[in-house]
């Protein structure tokens, strides 16, 4: 199962895509960082490929991070995105050392912000790619948490699965926007 939970990584490459299609090359790069840095990491933790530990893990949390504000962003200030990222970089650098409970705390009250703006502009969104988003990091979330105290390597790679279908998910949400 090891290999799942480092593999699984490789489905950055679907909201990639859909960035690429879109013309935002820079948000694409991020995202396939994004899973590449966890594959390292996952690497080294389950297989120690060489690498030091805490500075491949410090670059996978910070990457998740930024691709989580990014897409959040995405949806709500899409003209700003890379500019609210540049201003909650240090914030998020510094969140890597801290614990998970605190760096879920951080992102999920954005995230839940992120909820409300998407609920009240429903509008502009198609909302049925934006609930099967929610629904689908909700699984993430569990499975990000259990996967964290059992079977980790099967639960972490299904965190995987999930947070890239969702933000694939919350990124066709915004066709509407364009």
């Known amino acids: ?74 949806l709500l200030w899409r003209n700003r995105r890379f500019e609210i990222v540049l201003w909650v970089l240090p914030a998020l650098i510094y969140l890597a050392e801290l614990s998970i409970f605190v760096r879920f705390l951080c ?31 909700a699984i993430d979330v569990i499975c990000f948490i259990y996967g964290n105290k059992l079977q980790y390597e099967w639960l972490h790679g299904t965190h995987h699965v999930c947070a890239f279908t969702s933000q694939y998910l919350f990124l066709c949400s915004t066709s509407k926007v364009e």
């Open 107 to 137: 992102t999920g009250v954005y995230a839940l912000f992120c909820i409300g703006m998407v609920v009240k502009n429903r509008q502009e969104y198609i909302m049925h790619y934006f609930v099967g988003g929610c629904i689908i990091i």
């Open 1 to 74: 199962m090891s290999w799942y939970c480092i593999g699984t990584n490789l489905l950055s490459a679907a909201p990639a895509y859909e960035l690429i299609t879109r013309g935002d090359y820079t948000d694409a790069i991020i995202t396939c960082c994004t899973g590449m840095a966890s594959f390292l990491f996952h690497g080294e933790e389950l297989h120690d490929w060489n690498m030091k530990f805490i500075a491949i893990r410090n670059t996978d949390v910070i990457m998740a991070n930024v691709t989580i504000i990014l897409t959040i962003n995405y």
